[in-house]
């Protein structure tokens, strides 16, 4: 796998676990009726989904990008 893919799918994976955290947030606080707070969890976790890197992206040329 090239390093280009290797970081790129490193990468994918940080932003998805961030949006995770602020996803189990969310619902913690939605859960205390805490809405303003669930509300803001939720926003920053859009916003690490929307600046993911695509796995589209990562998977235009998977024999090229992944060695075969």
Same mark, same amino acid.
């Not at 998805?16 to 189990?24: D, G, I, K, Y």
């Not at 707070?37 to 993911?52: E, F, I, Q, R, S």
């Given at each position: 796998?090239?390093?280009?893919?290797?970081? =790129?799918?490193?990468? #994918?994976? !940080? &932003?998805?676990? &961030?949006?995770?955290? &602020? &996803?189990?947030?969310? #619902? !913690? @606080? @939605?859960? *205390?009726?805490? =809405?303003?707070? #669930? $509300? @803001?969890?939720?926003?920053?976790?859009?916003?690490?989904?929307? @600046? #993911?890197?695509?796995?589209? !992206?990562?998977?235009?040329?998977?024999? *090229?990008?992944? $060695?075969?």
């Amino acid at each position: 796998m090239s390093q280009d893919a290797t970081n =790129h799918h490193r990468k #994918a994976a !940080e &932003h998805l676990e &961030h949006a995770a955290r &602020h &996803h189990r947030a969310a #619902a !913690e @606080h @939605h859960e *205390a009726a805490n =809405h303003e707070k #669930a $509300g @803001h969890h939720a926003h920053v976790a859009d916003g690490y989904l929307h @600046h #993911a890197p695509s796995t589209e !992206e990562a998977g235009k040329d998977p024999a *090229a990008e992944h $060695g075969g």
